[in-house]
Every structure is written in structure tokens, then in C-alpha cells.
T-cell receptor, first 115, second 111 residues
């Protein structure tokens, strides 16, 4: 299957700082990327869907000013957690699908810890 | 709720036994996928079944899909201790390619 690379795999940051997570499709053009959040021992919750070149569509209850998503190219989407707080600590996973494709490929996830 | 339902939430079996997990969803789908996740790690894609398929096999895995009941099952035969993980179904919905995850089943296989 296609490869999606997510970076960093782990990050620790101080409260009040911002953290950027990158999601790259390495061997295909990702017209749509998805960002998920996973709390310990819970399932993945879809946060937002982004299409290349347009604004992200956020799921209900997700603060778009808190979680900034940029999908400026067909191979890269970024999620920036702004003014991070300890409750933002979580596992964040991206997925990407190509033009006309019906399968999304997942990155390996980023474990964010805010101290 | 955005999520589908999975049952059981947790399953503990002996090595060699079969494990069956079920998933139900709410709206029309393009496909349904099953993933595995070891504790604190990324997702491993196991199998994808399209909405026009009823059954699919991959090694020790057997997946069924009943679109009339909006449900799917994952059967792992002859389980091994290494199968211990969380298993999630994920449905890709029509009209947007959004993939929604079920709550997951935590499988524990005792050696």
C-alpha cells in the first residue's frame, strides 16, 4: 500500500507553546487528509478533513482555532496545536487518500505530551 | 455519536481458540476496514471489504459484511499470544470518504 509518514513520532512541549505535526504522503498525491485524535484506551476520533488547497472541515466540538490544519500541497498536511495545555496530550494520527481513491492510508501517529 | 459500535469491548481467550469481534455502523458506506493497534502504537491495516462484498479472507482472518444489518465481523482463527492488541473497524462513508472508527475491541490471548 501507499506510504504516509508522520513526524514527529513523539513530542513533549511546555504548556502555552505550539506544536506542529506533519503528515506526508510519500508515493502518491493526497487530495484529502484526515486528522484523528486518540485518548488512552479509546478509539480514534475524527477531528477534521482537509482537501488540498482549501480550508479544513472540522468535526463538531473540535476547536478550529486551537487545532490549525494546513494542506497546502498534495503531499503535506500539518496540524498545529496552538497554546497547548496538558489536556491536549494525546495520540494524533493522520491519514491520506488520493484522487478518486476509496482507501485512506495512515501515518504512524504522534504522541503529544504537554507538561 | 460519530463512532460505530463494536462488541465485545474486551475479549480474553486461550491461544489456539478463535476470536470473533463484531462491528455495527449507522450510515451507508463505501467500504469497511479492520485495523489492529498494539498498545500506544500506530495502526496496522488488516483487511478492507467493499460494500458489494460479503466475505473476505486473509490468512487467519475472515471478515464478513452484512450491509442490510449494517454490521461486520472479524474472525481470527487459531489465535496466538502475538494477536493481543486492540482491533478497530473503520467505515468509509459515502459522499465524502470520511473514515469513522468503531470503539474497538481489546483482545487478550493467553499463552
Amino acid at each position: 500500500g501507499a506510504v504516509v509518514s508522520q513526524h514527529p513520532s513523539r513530542v513533549i512541549c511546555k504548556s502555552g507553546t505550539s506544536v506542529k505535526i506533519e503528515c506526508r504522503s510519500l508515493d502518491f498525491q493526497a487530495t484529502t487528509m484526515f486528522w484523528y485524535r486518540q485518548f488512552p484506551k479509546k478509539s480514534l476520533m475524527l477531528m477534521a478533513t482537509s482537501n488540498e488547497g482549501s480550508k479544513a472541515t472540522y468535526e463538531q466540538g473540535v476547536e478550529k482555532d486551537k487545532f490549525l490544519i494546513n494542506h497546502a500541497s498534495l503531499t503535506l498536511s500539518t496540524l498545529t496545536v496552538t497554546s497547548a495545555h496538558p489536556e491536549d496530550s494525546s495520540f494524533y494520527i493522520c491519514s491520506a487518500s488520493g484522487r478518486g481513491g476509496t482507501e485512506a492510508f495512515f501515518g504512524q501517529g504522534t504522541r503529544l505530551t504537554v507538561v | 455519536s460519530q463512532q460505530g459500535e463494536e462488541d465485545p469491548q474486551a475479549l480474553s481467550i486461550q491461544e489456539g481458540e478463535n476470536a470473533t469481534m463484531n462491528c455495527s455502523y449507522k450510515t451507508s458506506i463505501n467500504n469497511l476496514q479492520w485495523y489492529r493497534q498494539n498498545s500506544g502504537r500506530g495502526l496496522v491495516h488488516l483487511i478492507l471489504i467493499r460494500s458489494n462484498e460479503r466475505e473476505k479472507h486473509s490468512g487467519r482472518l475472515r471478515v464478513t459484511l452484512d450491509t442490510s444489518k449494517k454490521s461486520s465481523s472479524l474472525l481470527i482463527t487459531a489465535s496466538r499470544a502475538a494477536d493481543t492488541a486492540s482491533y478497530f473497524c473503520a467505515t468509509e462513508h459515502t459522499g465524502g470518504f470520511k473514515t469513522i472508527f468503531g470503539a474497538g475491541t481489546r483482545l487478550f490471548v493467553k499463552a
